[in-house]
């Protein structure tokens, strides 16, 4: 079965304290691995995407990368305000499902 | 969430009650998926729909649970005889292509609690 398995499930960072955060994925015929932000009783909010093993993306502080097995969301002196919960999800074959993993709480400490 | 909206924000139901949740998608999309979201638990694909045409009802529960998105209107997930288990956070996304290499536009999310 197809998995989406995210970790560390949490972490905590003090600000400028710099990280990655991991989404390692077991598909066959990846489509595309997608990173989202959820703050707490929103809902997720739309970071990256990455087609293929190599692809790197970069916003603000964040960079996302992407290998043949996993992604990491990495994040360069983080803020208070980076505090969320990082969620990955992966597309694969000629399903139309995206599957997510539980996501990485993420609290940074000023 | 680039403009999703979903209402209500809260529902609560007693256990044998429909429930009713609706979205509407970002203006101009023709796609929406359901998800739920149970506590500690990541997001979990329900249904994927397109104008008056449902594309993949495979990860909702046989029965009690429908899926809708008429030419007009919002779509609508309907949950009937909702039992306690079927508390969680429901959220649709919209996207505006078939082929979807694009991302999903999620909106807030439906909290249903079921007494």
């Known amino acids: 079965e197809d998995q989406v398995t995210q970790s560390p499930e949490a972490l905590r960072l003090q600000e400028g304290e710099s990280s990655s955060l991991n989404c390692s994925y077991t598909?066959?015929?990846?489509?595309?691995l997608f990173w989202y932000r959820q703050d707490p009783g929103k809902g997720p909010e739309f970071l990256f995407t990455l087609y293929s093993a190599g692809e790197e993306k970069e916003k603000e502080r964040l960079k996302a990368t992407l290998t043949k097995k996993e992604s990491f969301l990495h994040i360069t002196a983080p803020k208070p305000e980076d505090s969320a919960t990082y969620l990955c999800?992966?597309?694969?074959?000629?399903?139309?499902?995206?599957?997510f993993g539980t996501g990485t709480s993420l609290t940074v400490i000023p | 969430n680039a403009g999703v909206m979903q209402n209500p924000r809260h529902l609560v139901r007693r256990r044998g009650q429909e429930a009713r949740l609706r979205c509407s998608p970002v203006k101009g999309h023709s796609h929406v998926y359901w998800y739920r979201q149970l506590p500690e638990e990541g997001l979990k694909f329900m249904v994927y729909l397109q104008k008056e045409n449902i594309i993949d009802e495979s990860g909702m529960p046989k029965e009690r649970f429908s899926a809708e998105f008429p030419k007009e209107g919002p779509s609508i997930l309907r949950i009937q005889q909702v039992v306690r288990g079927d508390s969680a956070a429901y959220f649709c996304a919209s996207s505006p292509y078939l082929q979807v290499y694009n991302e999903q536009f999620f909106g807030p999310g439906t909290r249903l609690t079921v007494l």
């Open positions: 598909v066959s015929g990846l489509r595309g």
């Open positions: 999800a992966v597309q694969a074959g000629t399903g139309n499902q995206f599957y």
